[in-house]
């Protein structure tokens, strides 16, 4: 607000107020800001917010801008080969909208990128890059799960592994078997000719070994399942 008086020998003779608007949106002087922005955890939804501000740095008061903002990421280098081969699975995605608030020049950016590397989120309004953006972000790794439980079943021939956690089932879809898609090669060699491994739910498996076989409880128990089998996708596979 601004308060505006004229005097005259030292006595008022007219006095009004206004209110000073903001001056346009200017790109360059918007900001992107939030958690969003520091280390999100691979795989996990989260979000960070743009203020839109004049050329001098005001916040901008009124919102009806949204369709002039754009968010778009870019991973920092090539993805991993599974990418390629799977596309159906979606890596990341992004969606800007209306914050919801009474600051009508905020808008919120909710998005999800799930490999573990670096990647950059540029926002533009109008066309033009924000203050700092293309903005670069690194995911946080998130914990491998753990095997707490590899045992004979009674047949001998069927061993069942149980994870601390659910799992995405390391990528398989629901008809593979080929235990060379989850393990390293020398331990899927230990498992014998023709060996199978199917998931009974996201969180238990069983190995079935083939001719040959070589494996032992222990030796199960003791792998370290990759990392990316956390990397979460939009239920089981099909």
């Known amino acids: 607000d601004l308060a505006v008086s004229f005097q005259l020998t030292g006595e008022t003779f007219f006095s009004t107020e206004a209110v000073v608007l903001p001056a346009p949106s200017h790109a360059p002087a918007s900001v ?42 870019t991973a920092g280098a090539s993805l991993p080969p599974v990418w390629s081969g799977r596309p ?30 670096d990647f950059s989120i540029a926002v533009k309004l109008r066309g033009e890059h924000i203050l700092a953006s293309p903005i670069a972000v690194r995911t946080a790794a998130v914990p491998s799960p753990q095997i707490i439980q590899a045992k004979f079943e009674d047949s001998l021939v069927r061993i069942r592994v149980d994870f601390d956690v659910d ?44 001719y040959g076989a070589t494996v032992t409880t222990t030796a199960a128990a003791r792998l370290k399942p990759d990392p990316s089998w956390t990397e979460p996708w939009d239920g089981l596979l099909q």
């Open 167 to 210: 799992t995405n089932m390391g990528r398989m879809s629901s008809r593979a078997t080929a235990c060379r898609l989850l393990f390293p090669a020398s331990f899927a060699a230990m498992l014998g000719n023709d060996a199978t491994c199917t998931w009974k739910s996201s969180s238990t498996m069983v190995i079935s070994v083939g």
């Open 88 to 117: 159906d699975l979606i890596p990341w995605s992004i969606r800007i909208s209306n914050s919801g608030t009474a600051a009508g020049g905020v808008y919120v950016c909710d998005y999800t990128f799930v490999p573990y590397m």
């Open 32 to 73: 992107a800001f939030g958690a969003g922005l520091s280390a999100p955890l691979a795989g996990s939804p989260t979000q960070f917010s743009v203020q839109l501000r004049d050329r001098f740095g005001n916040n901008r008061l009124a919102g009806g801008e949204l369709s002039s903002l754009t968010a778009t990421i």
